[in-house]
């Protein structure tokens, strides 16, 4: 499996490790987490990563429309974040996003079941 810390060109998309320009430009501010970002043409289509928080590793993609014309790459990818949170040997957690028509799909085809439901 290649790791996440290299460079991964797919297609005109890059993912590469998020630097603090990368994450600014994508937020706004600087989040303090572990992620990836994936680049197109010089901007950021999307960020993914996690951060350990309370004896748990929390899971996150922030993807807009850009990055969703690549439904392949978005899973291979996925699976390669979702590997390297598993490897802290912690209980990983995400969250459905009910604004995102199919994210428990998407989630659940990444390995994830539903554990607790929030209103």
Same mark, same amino acid.
């Given at each position: ?15 590469? &490790? ?5 994450? /600014?430009?994508?937020?706004?501010? +600087?989040?303090?987490? =572990?992620?990836?970002? #994936? %680049? ?21 993609? &922030? ?5 969703? /014309?690549?439904?392949?790459?978005? +899973?291979?990818?996925? =699976?390669?974040?979702? #590997? %390297? ?35």
């Amino acid at each position: 499996m290649a790791n996440l810390d290299t460079r991964t060109l797919l297609a005109a998309m890059i993912i590469r &490790d998020a630097d603090s320009a990368a994450l /600014r430009q994508f937020y706004g501010y +600087v989040p303090r987490c =572990r992620a990836w970002v #994936a %680049e197109e043409d010089g901007r950021i289509v999307a960020v993914a990563g996690y951060k350990v928080q309370n004896g748990a590793v929390r899971v996150f993609a &922030d993807l807009n429309d850009e990055i969703r /014309r690549h439904p392949v790459k978005m +899973v291979r990818c996925g =699976r390669k974040l979702m #590997a %390297e949170a598993r490897a802290k040997h912690m209980p990983v957690y995400v969250e459905v996003d009910k604004y995102v028509p199919r994210s428990r799909e998407f989630l659940e085809h990444l390995g994830f079941r539903e554990w607790q439901t929030h209103q």
